[in-house]
């Protein structure tokens, strides 16, 4: 059998392993739920928002406005790390909290200098972590991004899933921006092999080892101690 057979029929059974047994990824026919139970106001637990944010006051005004706007029964905090901007990033944050009378709930960290071994977004994140765990203790945090709008819903089906399904962690993704050509090629691309990577249908499965979320909107539960 020539290399070019062998080759041919490698790529023959890749292709049927992903067809066949990769959790029909290419079907994209998984679902959130239309409706989740909602949380009746004595029981609503805490959640603390992190935001990570470098040189992002053109965008996350409307941010934490939409956060501090939810729709939820529970009580949210933010913890914003402004990871040394330049262009007034904290003070936008501050605005935006005082317009809708909730200053208080907002707690604007400044980023230390990033050690070594360390990426910017993941340094800036355990800083939040760190504080929101020390200061506030809450039930759940909310993992976000400083230029996600976030619709009035979103936290109470995030904890509303997570609640009446036991979940440790739970996700959305942000609806892309789909608008000039580069856009429309590449991101449809990217959700594709998204989910080659990780099958949505074997993420959503609890019994699944798989695991897989989208960084800029999650709901977890911490773990108390961990470093």
């Avoid at 910017?120 to 709008?149: C, F, N, R, S």
Wanted: with cysteine; charged share 20%.
């Amino acid at each position: 059998m020539s290399i070019g057979t062998l080759l041919a029929a490698l790529s023959l059974a890749i292709w049927a392993y992903l067809l066949l047994a990769r959790g029909d990824f290419w079907r994209a026919a998984e679902r959130d739920p239309p409706i989740v139970p909602m949380l009746p106001d004595s029981s609503a637990p805490t959640v603390t928002a992190v935001i990570p944010a470098r040189d992002e006051a053109d965008v996350v005004g409307r941010a934490i406005s939409s956060l501090l706007a939810q729709d939820f029964a529970g009580r949210l905090d933010i913890v914003l790390v402004d990871d040394q901007s330049s262009d007034g990033t904290a003070e936008t944050a501050r605005r935006a909290a005082t317009a809708l009378g909730a200053s208080g709930r907002l707690t604007v960290l400044a980023g230390r200098p990033l050690p070594a071994g360390w990426t910017g977004k993941l340094w800036a994140v355990k800083q939040g972590i760190a504080v929101a765990e020390a200061k506030l203790a809450p039930k759940y945090l909310m993992l976000t991004d400083a230029d996600i709008v976030h619709a009035p819903d979103t936290l109470s089906w995030l904890v509303a899933h997570a609640e009446a399904h036991g979940l440790v962690l739970a996700s959305l993704t942000a609806r892309w921006r789909c608008e000039n050509l580069a856009e429309r090629v590449h991101i449809p691309a990217f959700i594709f092999f998204f989910q080659m990577l990780y099958p949505f249908a074997w993420v959503n499965r609890p019994d699944h080892p798989m695991a897989g979320a989208a960084g800029g909107c999650m709901a977890a539960r911490p773990v108390r101690g961990a470093t």
